[in-house]
């Protein structure tokens, strides 16, 4: 079975300073797929980005990206020019490749604190 | 209006009392998914389906059932609530016409509360 660890419950930064919430994971499968999502006090869950395990590039999507290391089996998020609505709980997740299932396994998450 | 809806979205309930939790979709998806979130573990995988047919046990279906009774609509049940099911519940739905890139669309979630 696969597992997700964060191990920062906890993180602040500074509004317009970088911050990068860490996550690992533990598999046997090479084909795979990575996610962050954020749970605001709205308690919405929002897609923020996804990896590829096959891809070797990077995702990005405007001030988020990761920093995919598949054989360290690490998958960390940075957010770039932090802003207040960025405050929130930030959960990392796993899902095997293929048409099988589209189960996901979640990490304990990291609540994120930004300071004005 | 959203496109994944459930109801309620609050609720206290007592030990021992039978509660359903119900969630219902306009995104025309085949997969559903109900699981709950607790403090530092995240969310956890309860019940799947992947169409009215088809009903799957997760990492913790015990106390719970479910009843997928039309591809829009997705019950979870718990028979005889206990304190410990106190938790944040969410439902979700993905496209499996999307096959690889399908992804999980969530609904608000249903904080329940067992006294």
């Known amino acids: 079975a696969q597992t997700v660890t964060q191990s920062q419950p906890e993180m602040s930064v500074q509004e317009a300073e970088t911050v990068t919430l860490s996550c690992t994971y533990d598999?046997?499968?090479?084909?795979?797929?990575l996610f962050w999502y954020k749970q605001p006090p709205s308690r919405q869950m929002i897609l923020v980005i996804r990896?590829?395990?096959?891809?070797?590039q990077n995702a990005t999507e405007n001030r988020f990206s990761v920093n995919f290391q598949k054989a360290a089996k690490s998958f960390s998020l940075k957010i770039s020019d932090s802003q207040l609505g960025d405050a929130a709980m930030y959960f990392c997740?796993?899902?095997?490749?293929?048409?099988?299932?589209?189960?996901?396994?979640f990490g304990g998450g990291t609540r994120l604190m930004v300071k004005p | 209006d959203a496109d994944v809806t459930q109801t309620p979205r609050n609720r206290i309930t007592k030990t021992g009392k039978r509660i359903m939790l119900e969630c219902s979709q306009t995104?025309?998806?085949?997969?559903m998914y109900w699981y709950r979130q607790d403090p530092g573990l995240g969310l956890r995988l309860i019940y799947y389906?992947?169409?009215?047919?088809?009903?799957n046990k997760g990492e913790i279906s015990d106390g719970y059932s479910v009843s997928r009774q039309a591809q829009a609509k997705f019950s979870l049940s718990l028979e005889s609530a206990i304190p410990n099911q106190t938790a944040l519940y969410f439902c979700?739905?993905?496209?499996?016409?999307?096959?690889?890139?399908?992804?999980?669309?969530f609904g608000p979630g249903t904080r329940l509360t067992v006294l």
């Open positions: 979700a739905t993905s496209d499996l016409r999307r096959g690889r890139r399908d992804e999980q669309f």
């Open positions: 598999t046997s499968e090479s084909d795979y797929y």
């Open positions: 990896q590829e395990a096959y891809k070797q």
């Open positions: 997740a796993y899902r095997s490749g293929g048409n099988a299932g589209n189960m996901l396994t």
């Open positions: 995104k025309g998806h085949d997969r």
């Open positions: 389906s992947f169409d009215v047919k088809d009903i």
